[in-house]
């Protein structure tokens, strides 16, 4: 059983990629950081010496904080963001417990800016990759949509990282669209991700018969499309949406639904 003001990584792992998710504060210092450069999903590090700065922007959130073990670093920097009036929990056991028990975890050697640029009028790639990163990668990215003919020159501008437009990283690998390189390049392993990836690849490669619910995500994402003039609505629009798939493909998969008749309750 968890200790007061702590959470077990059973209980974090059932809110990481909601959108209800807690800010989730990693403390760990470089030396334990550099030995397994990889964060839990949503996670942003910061120094634990200067956690109290954190206080104003954390007010009447969620928020757990995470290091090595679990221990010192995280405990006192969850008392002094409680001393700040932050309600602020601990994750038992820390990092070391989370890998141990095989959850999904983001290589940060892949992330290079919070500021990213694609083409503008998104579909479906271009909002499936933002949804991905802002609830498993960056929860603070940023995403610019500008003329296609501008988004490389755009990017080196605004020392931004492009995506899903051709030559560069973040993009379309043989069959596999940009959310399927992402979550590969990111090293998220997770079964929900995975389902989710083949129903964005079946949309966004017009290969219906990938997943039965890629007909239904293309619907929807042409739907949004005609719905918003601006694609920052869109894309707000469009995470939502995400959401829902992500849920689906989580914890509902194996539902099903029918109309029950008076005659079929006898």
């Known amino acids: 059983m968890a200790a007061p003001n702590e959470i077990t990584v059973q209980q974090l792992s059932r809110q990481i990629g909601l959108p209800d998710c807690p800010q989730i504060i990693d403390v760990c210092i470089d030396e334990d950081f550099a030995l397994d450069p990889r964060i839990i999903p949503g996670s942003r590090r910061h120094p634990f010496t200067k956690i109290e700065e954190l206080a104003p922007e954390l007010h009447g959130k969620k928020v757990v904080v995470i290091c090595h073990k679990g221990l010192k670093l995280s405990q006192g920097a969850a008392a002094l963001l409680r001393l700040n009036g932050v309600a602020a929990q601990t994750l038992a056991g820390g990092i070391v417990a989370w890998a141990a028990a095989g959850l999904p975890m983001v290589k940060t050697a892949k992330v290079t800016s919070s500021l990213w ?121 469009g995470i939502a949406l995400y959401d829902a798939f992500y849920h689906w493909a989580r914890d509902a998969q194996d539902e099903n639904h029918t109309w029950i008749t008076s005659g079929s309750q006898k």
């Open 117 to 237: 640029v694609t083409s503008h009028r998104p579909k479906i790639d271009r909002i499936a990759c933002p949804w991905l990163i802002r609830r498993f990668v960056d929860p603070s990215a940023r995403f610019m949509f500008v003329s296609p003919s501008q988004v490389l020159n755009v990017a080196e501008k605004f020392k931004a990282t492009p995506f899903d437009v051709e030559d560069c990283y973040w993009s379309h690998r043989d069959e596999f669209c940009t959310f399927d390189i992402m979550v590969k390049e990111f090293g998220i392993a997770h079964n929900a991700l995975e389902t989710l990836a083949k129903i964005v690849r079946g949309a966004d490669t017009d290969r219906l018969d990938i997943s039965p619910q890629s007909a239904g995500l293309m619907a929807a994402s042409l739907g949004l499309s005609r719905m918003y003039k601006d694609d920052l609505e869109q894309l707000e629009a």
